[in-house]
């Protein structure tokens, strides 16, 4: 499976999101978060698609620290 991680700036109402993230078996991912967002509201959603495309799964809100 392959991760999708969604990123949403509530201050400044812009989205970020990446179809083509970290592999499930990684167990890690990094999302580069623009430098400028540093004391933003910010939100992260994660879900994960088969590698052939063909299958998603519902997506799941992660704690940011």
């Given at each position: 499976?392959?991760?999708?991680?969604?990123?949403?700036?509530?201050?400044?109402?812009?989205w970020?999101?990446?179809?083509?993230?970290?592999?499930?078996?990684?167990?890690?991912?990094?999302?580069?978060?623009?430098?400028?967002?540093?004391?933003?509201?910010?939100?992260?959603?994660?879900?994960?698609?088969?590698?052939?495309?063909k299958?998603?799964s519902?997506?799941?809100?992660?704690?940011?620290?």
């Amino acid at each position: 499976d392959v991760a999708m991680p969604v990123v949403y700036n509530k201050t400044k109402n812009v989205w970020l999101y990446a179809t083509e993230g970290a592999n499930r078996a990684s167990k890690r991912m990094i999302v580069p978060i623009p430098q400028a967002w540093k004391t933003d509201d910010v939100e992260v959603w994660v879900s994960f698609r088969s590698e052939n495309g063909k299958k998603n799964s519902d997506s799941v809100y992660v704690q940011v620290a």
